[in-house]
């Protein structure tokens, strides 16, 4: 047995954090591609070959944080937007007609009165129209909608969501205090997501990886924090400077494109080994920095797809950080293209399943035992 199936019993608390670090460096026995293999492995054993698609829909870009390396952020001159509801809907419909088992919502941070109400009703309706025979329930729902009170994230959950997505951006405290303004702080990102785990979620969360000043030593903390907040959903990927966030954080990578890609890569794949029963997103970002960086994520353990089905007149405000690709895609182009990545690795695309992690289950089963 190899070192990868030693460590990847989900019950054996294994991986050391020497160990984490020293793939992350690239020095797994055999090399990157021995990895990649390892996970894969690791993926088929626990949650199987399947892709699981969800249309990501970024349906506003008003927002209230001022997250320093963020396009959309409070202070970036971008012109703002926010789709109707009917367009919301019309997004969600499209969704399941596309067969892609569920929808993320996504869109910058609100917590008005109005937006909270406005969504809790979205959710409902949502539910309601995309009711398919093969989707009994309606869509899987899924909201990235920043931090909220926990009144607000009760709301939304009783309306029909059933995942949060949160990123925790970076697990090193100072690290994330020099990326975001004071009022924002590690301590609420960690309480928000301990909220959303007793609120009853599926959790998800993530980190930009090749942050300047972000070390490898970091990158093994961040997979621990992952295993420590007992997500079930990840989603990562480079980071990638933005002109129009860039007024106060002037910051160039301090790695290389090549060096973010792979390292985004091996933190897949390490990922995949330390906890892996996990639903890991081959994100957006990696094709920004490689024209095939999301079936490289796949390749490299990852799971979850999110077809972007933004309206193409709205995707150029919606740019976190640039060179983001489709841009120039309607959803019609991005509902194929998508699902046919991952059809060329020979990876199978279920439709019509909302394609929970096994993690999460695991947990309800736990509960109750
Ligand atoms: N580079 C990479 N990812 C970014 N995000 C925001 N700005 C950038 C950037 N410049 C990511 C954050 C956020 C998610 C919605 O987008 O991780 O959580």
């Not at 088929?44 to 969800?54: A, C, I, N, S, Y």
């Not at 001022?66 to 012109?79: F, N």
């Not at 309706?125 to 607000?152: A, F």
């Not at 699902?339 to 309800?364: N, Q, S």
Request: proline share 5%; glycine share 8%; charged share 25%.
């Amino acid at each position: 047995m190899g070192p990868a199936t030693s460590i990847s019993d989900p019950c054996a608390d294994q991986a050391g954090r020497h160990e984490i670090a020293a793939w992350l460096r690239g020095e797994y026995p055999g090399g990157d591609d021995a990895l990649f293999a390892a996970a894969r492995r690791a993926l088929e054993r626990t949650v199987g070959p399947e892709v699981w698609m969800r249309g990501l829909l970024e349906y506003s870009n008003y927002c209230r944080c001022d997250c320093h390396y963020c396009g959309i952020r409070r202070s970036a001159e971008v012109s703002r937007f926010d789709l109707t509801d009917e367009e919301i809907v019309a997004a969600a419909r499209e969704c399941a007609d596309a067969g892609f088992g569920s929808m993320t919502l996504q869109a910058g941070e609100r917590r008005d009165r109005r937006s909270i109400v406005r969504i809790e009703r979205l959710i409902r309706k949502i539910k309601t129209v995309t009711y398919r025979e093969g989707l009994p329930e309606g869509l899987g729902l899924t909201l990235s909608l920043g931090e909220q009170r926990e009144e607000t994230y009760r709301r939304w959950y009783d309306a029909g969501a059933h995942r949060y997505l949160l990123r925790i951006e970076t697990s090193n405290p100072s690290l994330f205090a020099q990326l975001h303004p004071t009022r924002q702080t590690f301590s609420d990102r960690v309480t928000a997501l301990r909220t959303l785990k007793r609120v009853g979620y599926q959790l998800g969360t993530g980190v930009m990886i090749g942050i300047p000043g972000q070390t490898i030593d970091d990158l093994a903390a961040d997979v621990r924090f992952f295993r420590d907040i007992d997500a079930d959903m990840i989603g990562m990927g480079p980071y990638i400077p933005s002109v129009a966030a860039a007024r106060t954080f002037r910051r160039a990578a301090d790695r290389s494109v090549a060096e973010r890609l792979q390292l985004s890569l091996r933190m897949i794949a390490v990922t995949r080994l330390t906890i892996p029963d996990l639903n890991i997103a081959a994100t957006t970002a990696l094709q920004a920095l490689a024209p095939t960086g999301r079936e490289a994520g796949l390749a490299a353990g990852a799971n979850v797809m999110m077809p972007i089905v933004t309206p193409m007149s709205r995707r150029q405000s919606y740019q976190l950080y640039d060179g983001k690709p489709c841009l120039d895609e309607d959803s019609v182009a991005c509902r194929a293209c998508t699902p046919a990545r991952a059809a060329r690795l020979g990876r199978p695309v279920v439709p019509d399943a909302w394609g929970d992690a096994p993690h999460a289950h695991r947990r309800k089963g736990a509960e109750y035992e």
